[in-house]
């Protein structure tokens, strides 16, 4: 087939976008250049309008079915088991049917770094990118078992050049790039208070990344599932790209999970006070889910047991393991899709630029925990936050590079 020439495109798009009524999108066609012109064409094209068809759900009330509590398995219960459980687990690892994917999609606004996460120097006396300490821990791994894991990284379209070239640079920190996959995760358009796509310059719609539970269908979308197969990879050990402690592909937690034939596991910590602002497992309408911290009341936060522990009491830390045949039967439509208000940087109708100051719009996002209830029974497994939690989400305070670097340091783990 010929390929359309742009004044053909032009047309065909204008009635579409007349159709869904998003016209706006080609306001300031004519006075592009032809190159220009063609950028835009492309980039219209390629937006997920699917995503707009769910904007009403935006307004429907509640959205939340009912919240009961989920027991996690606790310190004593896994150190009772630890020995079966790891030579379980490091048994799969063995056999390769264990993966890890980091998930570094996201923008990391509030850390306020210009550039992928994964690429921020933690360092004091020395660089310590938290990339290089994700690698250093799974070498930890690859060096006791005696084989290469893979690994898979999500990047996004806004990070995906920076955060290769970056791990190139830097010989991916001495993992073997033959074991290294990226994919990116798909963009989901950004809409005004209307739900109209905002135009973040004259030739480019706004868009921002679809939030992490988009991540497995990426990963398929990439042809990686083809890598599954073929390496009989059953099960991904999946986590957040800033957790500069992270323990990547525990054999302890993957043999609990595999021991009791879960669909997937979930690491969690003992909140340090009812008040912590993290998400919490628990069963949603009996099914396996993470209720955020401000979702929760009061009296839920405080609620006791008969033996006087608070059931709402463990948080997750984003690191999850998945049995790949669940995972495949989930779709991206089944799962809730959640309005974040933010804002939204775009070109007024005058086609000036504007930064607004307060929320101007929405973006789409999907959450990974949103997953869990779908492929069935899922572990919360309980680990030492100390020594594996130190999220680096803000520059100071609370989960931020200082507290992170504290962490790192009480672990002796040079910085
Ligand atoms: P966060 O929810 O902390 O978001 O992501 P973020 O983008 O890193 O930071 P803020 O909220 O803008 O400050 C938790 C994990 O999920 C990944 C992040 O990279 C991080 O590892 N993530 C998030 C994606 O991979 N894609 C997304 O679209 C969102």
Redesign the pocket.
């Known amino acids: 087939m010929s390929k359309k020439t742009s004044k053909e495109e032009y047309n065909v798009l204008k009635s579409r976008l007349a159709s869904i009524g998003q016209p706006q999108l080609l306001r300031f066609y004519d006075e592009l250049d032809a190159e220009e012109q063609a950028l835009l064409l492309d980039r219209i094209s390629g937006l997920d309008f699917s995503y707009l068809e769910r904007f009403s759900e935006k307004n429907v009330p509640g959205g939340r079915g009912t919240i009961t509590p989920l027991s996690a398995m606790e310190l004593p219960e896994i150190a009772l088991h630890a020995e079966a459980f790891t030579s379980a687990g490091e048994e799969a690892l063995r056999s390769g049917r264990v993966a890890a994917v980091?998930?570094?999609?996201?923008?990391?606004?509030?850390?306020g770094f210009d550039g992928p996460?994964g690429c921020f120097n933690i360092g004091v006396t020395h660089p310590v990118y938290i990339f290089q300490r994700l690698i250093e821990n799974l070498l930890l791994r690859v060096r006791e078992l005696g084989r290469w894991i893979h690994f898979f990284i999500?990047t996004?379209e806004v990070n995906d050049e920076k955060t290769r070239s970056f791990l190139g640079e830097h010989a991916y920190f001495g993992y073997d790039p033959a074991y290294i996959h990226f994919f990116r995760?798909e963009m989901a358009p950004a809409v005004d208070e209307a739900g109209k796509v905002l135009l973040e310059s004259k030739t480019a719609p706004a868009v921002?990344?679809?939030?992490?539970g988009g991540?497995f269908r990426s990963l398929v979308r990439a042809g990686l599932n083809e890598l599954l197969i073929r390496e009989g990879i059953d099960y991904l050990n999946v986590f957040?790209?800033?957790n500069v402690l992270q323990d990547i592909c525990d054999p302890c937690f993957i043999g609990a999970v595999l021991s009791g034939n879960y669909a997937s596991g979930s690491k969690v910590v003992r909140k340090n006070s009812p008040d912590e602002k993290i998400g919490v497992m628990c069963l949603e309408d009996g099914l396996a889910s993470v209720v955020e911290y401000s979702e929760l009341s009061e009296e839920m936060r405080l609620l006791e047991d008969s033996k006087g522990d608070r059931v709402y009491n463990f948080g997750v830390i984003?690191n999850y393991l998945f049995r790949v045949p669940e995972l495949l039967t989930v779709t991206e439509e089944q799962l809730p899709l959640h309005f974040a208000h933010k804002k939204i940087p775009y070109v007024d109708e005058q086609g000036i630029s504007v930064k607004p100051e307060e929320p101007n719009g929405w973006k789409f996002?999907y959450f990974?925990f949103d997953i869990l209830g779908r492929l069935g029974p899922c572990l919360p497994y309980e680990v030492v936050r100390e020594r594996c939690f130190a999220p680096v989400?803000n520059r100071s305070g609370v989960d931020s590079v200082e507290s992170a670097r504290a962490l790192c340091l009480q672990n002796g783990i040079e910085l």
């Open positions: 980091c998930l570094a999609g996201g923008m990391g606004t509030r850390l996460k999500m996004s995760q921002s990344p679809n939030g992490n991540w957040s790209v800033d984003l996002e990974i989400k």
